[in-house]
């Protein structure tokens, strides 16, 4: 039987997003979806061992908790990877807003990042998936309240800690896109690192010539302020040398290293 969720892939398609369905994803879940109001947000905490080496659990779950274990997964290199078009083992016990108390498993989608939770840099490929995948879900289901995009540490405080970014500041971008504007527009949040508040600089857009000097310098190419071939390649060396998806784009993680 399929579940209600079958919308979820074509929904992030449309959204230009990269999508791996997982075999029999329309069928795979623990019962049928109450209503869905939003998106709960977690990151997998699993060691770093390639792109989305939690797959296999987040589909079959664990000798403690059975699966699937969430609808979605987002690997390192901004791909989905469809997992359920029904309920899943993704919130346990917690509360937000008007749910029933631990609920969240009937009313919430869960998207379970890979991401080691040990101060391992979020690739910019990744986060950029992650915002655009959340706005188009709250989009398609008409939620117009951003405050359905929920950190699990927010619905489960004191039980959880993911995702370790900070969910105004993720939230603010995500209804940025929601709005058609500009998501690297958005303040960093008070106490967040400084280097956030830098926009994401991308290969052959109309980049601001200044910081792209700033990292042309960094990663050793002519500081001419256009972000050409030569400088993406550059950046894509420099990111791999330091551990980061090497994709090109001086997001975040790059940041943070300039």
């Known amino acids: 039987m399929a579940y209600s969720l079958t919308w ?6 449309d959204a230009g997003l990269k999508v791996k369905e997982c075999d029999g994803w329309q069928n795979r879940g623990r019962a049928e979806m109450g209503q869905v109001f939003g ?19 987040l589909i079959n779950g664990r000798p403690d908790l059975p699966g ?6 987002l690997g390192r290199d901004g791909t ?14 917690g509360s937000w807003k008007t749910l029933p108390l631990n609920s969240g498993n009937s ?6 990042a890979e991401n080691t939770g040990s101060n391992d840099p979020w690739p910019e490929v990744q986060m950029d998936a992650y915002r655009r995948g959340v706005a188009a879900i709250l989009l398609h289901i008409k939620q117009t ?8 540490k927010e619905y489960a405080p004191g039980r959880k800690i993911d995702p370790d970014f900070n969910m105004d500041t993720f939230r603010a971008a995500v209804k940025a896109i929601m709005d058609g504007a500009d998501p690297t527009s958005v303040a960093t949040t008070p106490g967040e690192p400084a ?3 830098r926009p994401t600089l991308r290969p052959g857009q109309n980049n601001d010539p ?13 500081a001419d302020g256009i972000f050409g071939p030569a400088t993406e390649a550059a950046v894509r060396a420099f990111q791999e040398k330091n551990g980061l998806v090497a994709d090109g784009i001086v997001g975040r993680g790059t940041w943070g290293l300039v």
């Open 68 to 73: 699937p274990l969430s609808q979605l997964g």
């Open 145 to 152: 309240d951003i405050m359905w995009c929920v950190g699990h």
């Open 210 to 222: 200044a910081l792209v000097k700033i990292i042309q310098a960094k990663v050793g190419v002519t």
């Open 107 to 112: 009313h919430l989608i869960g998207i379970e």
């Open 195 to 197: 280097e956030q508040s």
């Open 39 to 57: 998106v709960l947000c977690h990151y997998t905490g699993d060691p770093r061992k390639g792109n989305m080496p939690a797959l296999d659990i």
């Open 8 to 13: 979820l892939s074509q929904v992030l398609q």
């Open 80 to 93: 989905y990877y469809i997992i359920a078009a029904g309920k899943s083992n993704h919130a346990g016990k």
